[in-house]
């Protein structure tokens, strides 16, 4: 097995560095007023496609003489993208585009690598990217996937550097993990975490990574990135880039669902958890945090609140793309019988949009179990369909999605009427000062839920804390904060953070999910179309 992943590990190697120097003949080639999107799969549907056909369309707004090509696998055609596209994502591309097939795109597919999985799929990028520039050497090269070991050879072959960041390929993460002596990150076999010997063996491998994906990001014009826990990655990696990273959030498709009413009016109170059936999605500690609320005192007490948590539904929604997958789904309905809430549980598997839309609108929240989410495209789109989003405590939800309002007057009146609520007594949401009544995140910071299932934005030592209700928020800055979901880590914080949605008063959610509507239009499409077209300014073709 050893011998031949190194015979492998030999070959790529001896490949890149052919193409690095064959990169040099590469420099008086370059077309003029071409912009090339690096993206192999580019029909695969998901949210870093979506990312994909919004930056091209973004190309095409800002640019009048552009043409773009697209780097993808063999056998697919333009015309065929661009309906996958409108379908798909609801992105209209009017200009035409071109395609430059791949035929070795399995060089970066991670089953191909049983071992050394990180620095062979790196070269496999490296020969692809090649393959990919002995086509086409284009002005721009955008890189829409993450594989930045292509990048020295665009660069040295005459071509601007663009890379669109959704998570590192390393992380200063993965090395604190392997150093700490974890078997259940980063792929860190027990064996090696238990041998002293082995761990540094790989932490000299990571080590070697990462000054690799330094040194590569450091030939880039721009870097832009998806959160603020990717671009503090990012700028810790690529210290030596001529500019900092950029943020531009990615595009949600918020705008649909933003229409679902925020009065869900119920026949039955139900959760709902859209998450792609993966071990990294943590459904178990839905699962577990589900059946502990169902199992607390106030469950068991005879009241109306009461009755709503026994009655209350998990609704778990979500893809399977193969046998792994059904065998992954298969395990969790049988975990959810082992802890007795199997008849409270409903699984819902490959569903269409329009089914997906339905039951977000009747939701009254929504379950994120992810630790370190670079983004969560999902918790916006809870908050977008008026969801109250329960989310993981860490990277993308903590940092940027589930943050407090600061509202002034105006804003809280705005807030209380999209949530149809009267001026008066509980349901006033005071505050002052400010132009269109929304001051924004209060102070960047996210709130966390504490034992007495209050939350408070974290770090406000001592500060009055602020319950999801109650007078609507409390004062920060002159401004009103309003509430716009809760963060959890653990299964006891998960569970109260539940049962305080479930019994929560109707009117207090209704303030609630009009904070998280309102918060969710950050991240829509024409914001990212704003953003990484401004980022762009001075790198496309006039």
């Not at 210290?239 to 498709?253: E, I, Q």
């Not at 309002?405 to 949401?429: F, I, P, V």
């Not at 929560?504 to 914001?527: C, K, W, Y």
């Amino acid at each position: 097995m050893y011998t031949d992943a190194l015979d492998s590990l030999l070959y790529l190697t001896a490949a890149a560095l052919a193409a690095v120097i064959a990169s040099v003949l590469l420099a008086f080639c370059v077309l003029m007023g071409v912009v090339a999107f690096f993206h192999p799969f580019a029909d695969g549907g998901g949210g870093g496609e979506r990312v994909l056909w919004c930056a091209v369309k973004a190309v095409h707004d800002a640019s009048k003489t552009a043409k773009v090509v697209i780097y993808c696998r063999e056998g697919l055609s333009a015309a065929a993208l661009v309906e996958d596209a409108q379908r798909r994502f609801n992105i209209r591309i009017d200009k035409p585009i071109q395609v430059v097939p791949l035929r070795r795109v399995g060089l970066i597919q991670p089953e191909r690598y049983p071992r050394l999985t990180l620095v062979r799929q790196a070269l496999g990028s490296v020969a692809l990217g090649w393959e990919a520039l002995r086509q086409v050497v284009p002005e721009v090269y955008i890189d829409t996937t993450g594989w930045a070991f292509p990048y020295p050879l665009a660069w040295r072959a005459g071509a601007a550097v663009v890379a669109y960041v959704h998570y590192p390929t390393i992380s200063s993460d993965m090395l604190a993990a392997v150093w700490a002596g974890s078997a259940t990150a980063v792929s860190n076999d027990a064996d090696i975490a238990e041998s002293p010997i082995k761990t540094a063996a790989k932490l000299l491998y990571y080590g070697a990574l990462a000054g690799w994906y330094a040194g590569c990001g450091a030939v880039t014009r721009l870097a832009a990135v998806n959160s603020s826990w990717t671009r503090r990655h990012i700028a810790g990696l690529w210290r030596l880039a001529r500019r900092p990273p950029v943020l531009v959030y990615p595009p949600v498709d918020t705008a649909e669902l933003q229409t679902l009413p925020l009065d869900r009016k119920l026949k039955q109170l139900y959760l709902v958890s859209v998450n792609q059936f993966r071990p990294e999605k943590n459904h178990r500690l839905q699962l577990e945090a589900f059946a502990a609320a169902k199992r607390s005192p106030a469950a068991a007490a005879p009241t109306l609140a009461g009755a709503a948590l026994r009655e209350a539904r998990l609704k778990l929604v979500g893809g399977v793309r193969g046998p792994a997958d059904e065998a992954r789904l298969a395990g969790l309905k049988a975990y959810a019988a082992e802890l007795g809430i199997a008849d409270s549980c409903e699984w819902i598997v490959n569903a269409p949009f329009s089914e997906l839309r339905q039951l977000l609108g009747g939701a009254v929240a929504g379950l994120h179990t992810m630790t370190d989410e670079h983004f969560g495209i999902s918790v916006v789109e809870y908050m977008a369909a008026g969801c109250v989003p329960i989310a993981h405590n860490s990277a993308g939800p903590k940092m940027d999605i589930v943050l407090p309002l600061l509202l002034d007057a105006q804003g809280a009146a705005a807030l209380a009427a999209a949530a149809g609520l009267g001026r008066g007594g509980s349901d006033s949401l005071g505050g002052c000062g400010g132009a269109d009544g929304l001051l924004g995140p209060a102070a960047d910071s996210p709130l966390v839920l504490d034992a007495g299932a209050h939350v408070s934005p974290a770090g406000a030592a001592g500060a009055g804390t602020c319950q999801a209700g109650g007078g609507g928020g409390g004062a920060v800055g002159g401004g009103a904060v309003q509430v716009t979901g809760f963060l959890a880590t653990t299964v006891d914080e998960y569970a109260e953070a539940i049962i305080k949605v479930l019994t929560m008063d109707q009117r207090e959610r209704l303030r609630v999910a009009a904070a998280a509507q309102r918060q969710a239009g950050r991240f829509s499409t024409e914001r990212f179309l704003q953003d990484f077209t401004a980022a762009l300014a001075d790198v496309l073709p006039p």
